[in-house]
């Protein structure tokens, strides 16, 4: 019976990336990455405070949907829970890329499922980039598959789309796998594969903190 109340706590807890999920009053989520490709590197930083058991801030700085200079402040807060592990949450955001005002809103739906006795999630975030000047809209959403192997390890499966304004979408998958570096801190490392145009092939590798 422990054993069954156990694995279903942890099917149902939130990943680390939590989207639909709450933070948590107080709790605290940080990660910063990095992306290698042929045609160069960019990184990022992206964090979540539970201001809240409901309210989650956060921040998002390094590159918008158009490839340029992002930061982003949001504030993200549950919708809907019909039961079953679904879960749905909504963000408003609001900063600047390549130098301009946006507003940034969001939607996210998650859900925690148990498989051959290992726990993992589901999530799907999606956010608009409205550009306040002239009310182009650049779209993005990332879907993402994880499964934890063990205590320490987790594998993650994110397939990443976006479409920025009279342009062409993107679309790339992203497979990594965490490693638990100490009880505060893991580090992930993957790859990035585009499935369009160039098939342009990097590497990824981020440091994520939680407390």
Do not use: C
Request: charged share 20%.
């Amino acid at each position: 019976m422990l054993r069954l109340a156990i694995m279903l706590w942890l099917a149902l807890a939130p990943p680390l990336l939590a989207g639909a999920w709450p933070r948590g009053k107080g709790n605290v989520f940080a990660v910063g990455y990095s992306y290698v490709l042929p045609s160069g590197a960019y990184s990022g930083i992206y964090g979540e405070w539970g201001m809240t058991d409901r309210l989650t801030l956060g921040v998002d700085v390094g590159r918008g949907v158009s490839g340029q200079d992002k930061s982003v402040a949001f504030v993200r807060a549950p919708l809907w829970s019909p039961g079953w592990g679904h879960r749905f949450a909504v963000e408003i955001g609001a900063g600047r890329i390549a130098g301009h005002d946006v507003l940034r809103p969001g939607l996210s739906y998650g859900k925690g499922f148990d498989w051959a006795g290992r726990a993992g999630w589901i999530a799907l975030d999606t956010v608009a980039e409205i550009h306040v000047d002239t009310l182009a809209v650049d779209g993005k959403a990332d879907l993402t598959l994880g499964l934890s192997v063990n205590e320490h390890r987790k594998l993650l499966l994110q397939l990443q789309g976006g479409l920025q304004y009279g342009d062409e979408p993107f679309l790339r998958l992203v497979p990594s796998m965490t490693f638990t570096l100490s009880d505060r801190m893991r580090l992930e490392l993957g790859l990035s594969q585009s499935l369009r145009d160039d098939r342009e092939t990097g590497l990824k590798a981020a440091v994520w903190l939680e407390f």
